[in-house]
């Protein structure tokens, strides 16, 4: 069974640097075609892609945020770390991971097919 | 970077009527690969988005066969052919062809 979790401060202070886990089970990032991403959601707002790591431990970050962001695992702990420099109120969101799996018999690429239920980050003083 | 665009911004839907959202990317989302890295995901309230249809036109497991995909290059369609209560929530789309991003979401809510 697969599952992921979210954990992190609910409240950081403005200028704070974040940093999130999803601890994740039921599947090994060290295993092929297997890939983690963070995502976030501002309250009544749109999903935005943050950051991905990859098998291979490959990492790709969203173009506006990547001078912020930093993501990493630690496999044996089959965690996923996300850290976010410099917060600013407008970085108030729930924030999620979300593993992507490309399927060896087809070749398909799941991308997004299991989700943490997300972590609320307020950003105030 | 890759746009996505979503129309409408929201929906309201008699149950058993079709609904149909439309996306549309600054690019081709078309691989050399030959396949086409558009997917599209719903957010029930209160909940963690959920995988529909992956590759453009490909119902996810557990899916009900009422949704589909369909479009090809810059241009997609997820269509619901009779909604029911249950498929109340937000709409996304998002390409994967260069890094991820997602369509701003379209609302889909029962009259």
């Known amino acids: 069974q697969v599952t992921l979790r979210e954990s992190g401060p609910a409240l950081v202070k403005p200028t704070q640097t974040l940093t999130l886990t999803c601890t994740f089970s039921?599947?090994?990032?060290?295993?092929?075609?297997?890939?983690v991403s963070w995502i976030r959601q501002p309250p009544g707002k749109a999903l935005e892609w943050l950051a991905l790591?990859?098998?291979?431990?490959?990492?790709y970050y969203n173009t506006s945020l990547k001078t912020r962001l930093t993501i990493s695992r630690a496999t044996s702990k089959s965690q996923v770390v996300l850290t976010m420099t410099n917060m600013d109120p407008l970085d108030t969101a729930m924030y999620f991971c979300?593993?992507?799996?490309?399927?060896?018999?087809?070749?398909?690429?799941?991308?997004?097919?299991?989700w943490g239920q997300g972590t609320l980050v307020t950003v105030s003083s | 970077d890759i746009v996505v665009t979503q129309t409408p911004l929201s929906l309201s839907v008699t149950p058993g009527q079709p609904a149909s959202i439309s996306c549309k990317s600054s690019?081709?989302?078309?691989?050399?690969?030959?396949?086409?890295?558009l997917y599209w995901y719903l957010q029930k309230p209160g909940q963690s988005p959920q995988l529909l249809i992956y590759?453009?036109?490909n119902r996810f497991s557990g899916v009900p066969d009422r949704f589909s995909g369909s479009g090809s290059g810059t241009d997609f369609t997820l269509k619901i052919s009779r909604v029911e209560a249950e498929d109340v929530g937000i709409y996304y789309c998002?390409?994967?062809?260069?890094?991820?991003?997602f369509g701003g979401g379209t609302k889909v809510e029962i009259k």
């Open positions: 590759e453009a036109s």
């Open positions: 998002m390409q994967s062809l260069q890094l991820r991003t």
């Open positions: 039921g599947f090994s990032l060290s295993a092929n075609e297997m890939c």
């Open positions: 979300a593993r992507s799996i490309r399927s060896p018999n087809s070749n398909i690429w799941y991308d997004f097919d299991y």
């Open positions: 790591i990859d098998w291979h431990d490959d990492r």
């Open positions: 690019q081709s989302l078309l691989h050399s690969d030959g396949k086409t890295y």
